[in-house]
């Protein structure tokens, strides 16, 4: 065979491949750039959805709803961004409910100690409006020797009270006026007089306002606390009074 034939057919067959546009395996064009990143983020898409769907049936509510809303994000049109909408609505819902729920939990704090000779249970918590300046502690008590009591106590000089006062306030938005009393033995504390009553009242309500004026600069001050997380439960009971 002629020498020079058998050189020119491998440049005869590389024309030929390059004008049919194949590869030299002989499979479909490689992909575009576009394309590449295109499956890149579907690939991510879809483990990120699978992590989602893990934390659901953990119940992991926090984390599935930050994975949430990072698939539907970063993928706004893809397939798991639509699966992601069917059930993220109603799992940020609950996590959202959840987190309040113990977060007006967290503000109330119970206690049980010696005290005075007997035994002292409380379940106190603090106002949260106004954010700045007096911090007065809303206090449930309960003590074998002085029975159940329940009083504001802020830090010296206290609050205006000539020996009997009111306290207008407002309970969920419905005004309420408190009788209240100054201790004679010079605490900063308002005593108040139906403590059953109050308790009763505390119960069923959500935010509680109290509206007292400080020794100190005669300054008004209205007192919000936010008591929906109480637990009956926690503030230990410590039996009754001993008859004397």
């Excluded at 953990?58 to 992601?84: C, L, Q, T, Y």
């Excluded at 949260?128 to 502690?137: F, I």
């Excluded at 100054?182 to 509206?211: H, Q, V, W, Y």
């Excluded at 001050?221 to 503030?235: M, R």
Aim: glycine share 8%.
């Amino acid at each position: 065979m002629n020498r020079a034939f058998l050189r020119h057919v491998p440049l005869v067959f590389c024309a030929a491949w390059l004008l049919a546009g194949c590869s030299p395996q002989g499979g479909a064009p490689a992909p575009t750039a576009e394309q590449q990143q295109a499956q890149a983020q579907s690939a991510d898409a879809a483990r990120n959805l699978d992590t989602y769907r893990q934390l659901l049936r953990i119940r992991n509510d926090e984390m599935a709803v930050s994975m949430g809303k990072d698939i539907v994000k970063r993928f706004p049109d893809s397939a798991a961004a639509k699966e992601v909408l069917q059930t993220l609505p109603a799992i940020e819902q609950r996590y959202t409910a959840a987190s309040e729920k113990n977060r007006l939990a967290g503000l109330w704090l119970y206690q049980v100690a010696p005290m005075a000779g007997g035994t002292q249970s409380t379940a106190s918590i603090q106002n949260s409006q106004p954010a700045s300046g007096e911090r007065v502690r809303l206090v449930l008590r309960r003590h074998t020797e002085w029975g159940q009591s329940v009083f504001l106590y802020g830090s010296k000089p206290g609050f205006v009270c000539r020996g009997n006062c009111t306290i207008a306030g407002e309970v969920d938005g419905k005004p309420v006026r408190i009788k209240a009393f100054a201790p004679s033995t010079g605490e900063p504390a308002l005593m108040i007089r139906d403590d059953n009553g109050f308790l009763a009242m505390l119960r069923k309500a959500k935010k509680i306002t109290l509206n007292v004026t400080l020794v100190e600069g005669e300054k008004k001050q209205s007192l919000v606390y936010e008591v929906g997380g109480f637990d009956p439960a926690k503030w230990v009971a410590v039996g009754k009074p001993k008859k004397k």
